[in-house]
């Protein structure tokens, strides 16, 4: 199996990650979020804290759990994104796909309250850069995670 370096921004280290459930639900629900991209992870860090802290794990797929992946945004991810939103639960282990930003998500609340349609939505979002999240939502995803390092971010570039 193949192995893949993610990365969580955060104000702290976090060398066991844990599924917390806050008082708003992520794209994707509650969930423990990572990304590929490292400057996605520098940012999460960055506004979270002054002395931000990218965690870097390595993630080796389990193959038998259920995992859902959206390669693009497609009626599927928006429909899904929208459930989650709203607070719905799903029962997957595993989730991944593009992450809808505060821009993303500004256009998503105007598709879920009915101010904009499916198809302006989709004229907004078409124009954002890619982005790339992948959440981990039961003990048996999170085991798939080993941590690796971390480093903090008050004195780096994002350059990598």
């Not at 899904?80 to 821009?103: L, N, Q, W």
């Not at 995670?145 to 480093?151: G, H, K, P, Q, V």
């Amino acid at each position: 199996m193949s192995e893949t370096l993610l990365y969580h921004g955060s104000k702290v280290e976090v060398a066991y990650p844990e599924i917390r459930i806050t008082k708003y639900t992520k794209d994707f629900s509650w969930g423990f979020y990572c990304t590929n991209d490292y400057k996605q992870a520098y940012r999460w860090a960055d506004r979270r804290s002054e002395n931000g802290v990218v965690n870097v794990y390595k993630y080796i797929e389990n193959p038998q759990l259920n995992i859902l992946r959206f390669s693009e945004m497609t009626d599927e991810w928006l429909d899904f994104i929208a459930k989650c939103r709203k607070g719905e639960s799903h029962s997957y282990d595993i989730v991944e796909g593009p992450m809808a930003d505060d821009t993303i998500w500004d256009f998503v609340n105007g598709f879920m309250s009915g101010k904009i349609s499916r198809s302006v939505f989709w004229e907004y979002a078409k124009f954002r850069y890619p982005t790339h999240q992948i959440s981990f939502h039961t003990v048996s995803a999170l085991r798939c995670l080993t941590f690796e390092r971390s480093e903090a971010i008050y004195d780096r570039e994002t350059e990598r």
